[in-house]
């Protein structure tokens, strides 16, 4: 085969796509025979899951158990039924940091939105009585989801995203793909290595720098990436900043000692569902928990420009920015590809 023919060869067998599902952007890149097909069906897919899950869908699943809150259950399909009995059980991990009922005080607040604005007290308070991830009744036998109270509402945006990286995985994998990429908004699935074998490095978002700004590198195969951090929706009022993580237990924003947290694990499922409840409940207890889960670890940067590491990370992760120490913790998570060349 000559230089010409062997270049047409690899050309065809690289497809990648940018489009917008799921509320975010998304980037898909995939190396094999069949990648123009696994990205095509991958896309299929992510608007599948869109319909069903997403809140802003009037017709989606998710809308019509709100609709029929403190009123009637709801029959869904089984994805989005064991998908809210995941949900339920990683609320339950992290002690309710993490709570797919928290939409009443997203609406609240509204950052992200435009309409931004300081709650009062009352407001809040009155809010937090909607919000209760136990108040989720799930019936196995017919499928059927209800939440007790009129007002009551659920959001599957903390771990829905996940769910489709995981389900473009699996595409990719039944369609022979044996290196690609998958980016939803910044939930990152490296499959495979590079084309040289290689992993693929992907940089950490240093929360104080603009996107691109990196506190270091981790270098994976067949992993997922997941961060949530404060810098990805906030505002400034009175020379104060409210950030877009609202800690379900108080009704606020967040005031834990982390402004990052990575999560690195086999399943982008686990990394999602983990990310948001982990950052609310602060360095310390978060190592604890994710050490005590086996085949995920976790990267924490503190608003001390920290950066905590859990044991299974070292050989992995780099620290590259200096102003930040790091912490390799004994007792012991925005991520973004920064690397994709071959």
Do not use: C
Request: net charge neutral.
């Amino acid at each position: 085969m000559s230089w010409l023919q062997s270049f047409f060869n690899i050309k065809s067998t690289y497809a990648q796509r940018k489009a917008y599902a799921l509320g975010t952007i998304i980037q898909l890149r995939a190396y094999g025979r069949k990648s123009e097909k696994a990205i095509e069906e991958a896309v299929t897919r992510l608007n599948q899951i869109d319909d069903k899950m997403s809140y802003f869908k009037e017709d989606s699943e998710i809308s019509k158990i709100n609709k029929a809150a403190g009123v009637s259950p709801q029959v869904v399909s089984e994805e989005t039924f064991l998908l809210l009995n995941t949900a339920v059980k990683y609320s339950e991990l992290s002690q309710g940091a993490f709570d797919p009922t928290i939409r009443p005080l997203v609406n609240l607040w509204g950052i992200g939105s435009g309409f931004e604005d300081v709650p009062t007290k009352e407001e809040i308070d009155t809010t937090l009585k909607l919000i209760n991830y136990e108040d989720i009744i799930l019936d196995k036998s017919n499928n059927s989801v209800l939440l007790k109270t009129k007002g009551q509402s659920l959001d599957l945006g903390g771990i829905a995203k996940g769910y489709a990286t995981d389900a473009v995985k699996n595409i990719f994998i039944r369609n022979n793909i044996k290196s690609g990429l998958i980016d939803l908004g910044g939930n990152i699935y490296a499959l495979g290595g590079k084309q040289d074998g290689t992993p693929w490095r992907v940089g950490i978002q240093d929360p104080y720098a603009p996107r691109g700004g990196y506190i270091g590198v981790v270098t994976v195969k067949d992993k997922s990436v997941v961060t949530s951090g404060y810098y990805e929706k906030y505002y400034i009022k009175s020379g104060r900043t409210y950030h877009h993580i609202i800690d379900p237990r108080t009704g606020y924003p967040s005031e834990s000692n982390l402004i990052s947290a990575t999560i690195i694990s086999d399943k982008s499922l686990d990394g999602d569902g983990l990310s948001t409840g982990l950052y609310i409940m602060g360095v310390t207890k978060a190592t604890k928990l994710i050490e005590a889960i086996p085949g995920v670890d976790a990267i924490f940067i503190t608003n001390a420009k920290e950066v905590y590491t859990t044991s299974g990370i070292k050989n992995i992760f780099q620290l590259t920015n200096t102003e930040y120490k790091y912490i390799n913790n004994p007792t012991s998570k925005g991520a973004e590809i920064i690397e994709i060349k071959n």
